[in-house]
């Protein structure tokens, strides 16, 4: 389950769903060779043409970390687990990971999830946005607790000015680890979402659950 397409041309596990029609979430963490960042962000543009050139691909996008640009991550959605295992034999994203591997500076980190509180998939806002990736890892006794927590602050966030995307996911095979992904015009605009009281309320709430540090990334769209 870890390890949807973690070199080229490996195929994803079957995810652990109860509805094998429900759209399959994949976000992925790739962390190159500082020197290599260049080439990688080139070779990750193939990858996501290719992603987006299969028939089950829902979305594909690519983000480059704002404070450490050999990090980058790839937000995908597919219509269902079929399709992500058949994107598993496309050859051009085969080939375009084949170049990514030498650049490596630590093996791909590769989340499978199912929605858990999202709006119906939209490409993003032009411009340049700030994406922000959060993975949220609280204790398997409070998985429940967590459910309901993170649904409550997706739903306010949305209607909040400026969001462009907030979607809470459930990790498929650790259902006690979640990631969230959000859009926003600018850095400073999350920032000050990022300091509202709605969202150090929800922050204070979530620390007693906790399992893992709050791991919050902010990312740019690669030039």
């Known amino acids: 389950m870890m390890a949807s397409l973690p070199q080229a041309g490996a195929q994803a596990p079957a995810a652990e769903t109860a509805d094998p029609d429900a759209p399959i979430y994949v976000v992925r963490y790739i962390d190159v060779v500082p020197s290599m960042k260049k080439a990688a962000s080139a070779a990750l543009k193939q990858v996501r043409e290719a992603c987006r050139t299969d028939p089950g691909n829902v979305r594909c996008e690519i983000a480059e970390r704002l404070e450490q640009q050999n990090q980058f991550v790839v937000l995908e959605i597919w219509k269902d687990q079929k399709a992500l295992d058949a994107h598993g ?22 989340r499978i999830h199912r929605g858990l509180s999202v709006a119906p998939p939209q490409s993003p806002p032009s411009g340049r946005i700030t994406y922000v990736v959060t993975h ?3 204790i398997p006794p409070r998985a429940a607790d967590a459910v309901s927590l993170l649904t409550k602050m997706a739903e306010a966030s ?9 979607e809470v996911l459930q990790q498929l095979n650790r259902p006690n680890h979640f990631s969230v992904v959000e859009i926003w015009p600018n850095r400073k605009i999350f920032e000050n979402h990022a300091a509202s009281p709605a969202i150090i309320a929800f922050r204070n ?3 007693p659950m906790a399992g893992a540090l709050y791991d919050q990334r902010l990312y740019k769209v690669p030039d």
Do not use: C
């Not at 034999?89 to 590769?110: C, F, G, Q, W």
């Open 89 to 110: 034999t496309n050859a051009a994203a085969t080939a375009a990971h084949d170049k990514i591997k030498p650049m490596l500076e630590s093996p791909y980190d590769v």
């Open 136 to 138: 949220v890892d609280v």
């Open 158 to 166: 949305r209607n909040e000015a400026g969001n462009g995307r907030l």
């Open 205 to 207: 709430e979530l620390q």
